[in-house]
């Protein structure tokens, strides 16, 4: 939840293009010592990927073991699964991303 609150933090003070912020983050993030930031950026977007995959897999293979039960006769008494929180996170840490990503170049080439 840290990392979702930063990242959501740093779209924040994007919005709207301002080229202000986007030239201090642009100063803070240029060094080559700021490589582990994007290095995090990119496990989160991969970890939130490979969450989602797979709460997918778990969904349909609870679905196929449903429908096999109502097949066969059987009523199912079993909770719905909870999977989908770790699906809405995943979720949500991917679209900060992007929105960090996006919104860091929003406004930055108005001359071209």
Do not use: W
């Not at 997918?56 to 006769?73: C, D, F, H, I």
Request: charged residues 25%.
């Amino acid at each position: 939840e840290t990392q979702l609150g930063a990242l959501q933090l740093g779209c924040t003070l994007l919005a709207g293009g301002n080229c202000v912020v986007q030239d201090l983050f642009y100063k803070q993030l240029s060094p080559a010592s700021s490589q582990s930031f994007f290095s995090k950026l990119k496990e989160i977007f991969g970890d939130s990927v490979n969450a989602i995959k797979e709460s997918k897999r778990r969904a349909k293979q609870v679905e196929a073991e449903r429908q096999a039960s109502l097949k066969a006769g059987i009523s199912s008494t079993r909770a719905p699964s909870t999977d989908m929180d770790d699906h809405d996170i995943s979720g949500a840490m991917m679209t900060e991303v992007m929105k960090f990503m996006r919104r860091s170049c929003i406004g930055q080439h108005k001359d071209l």
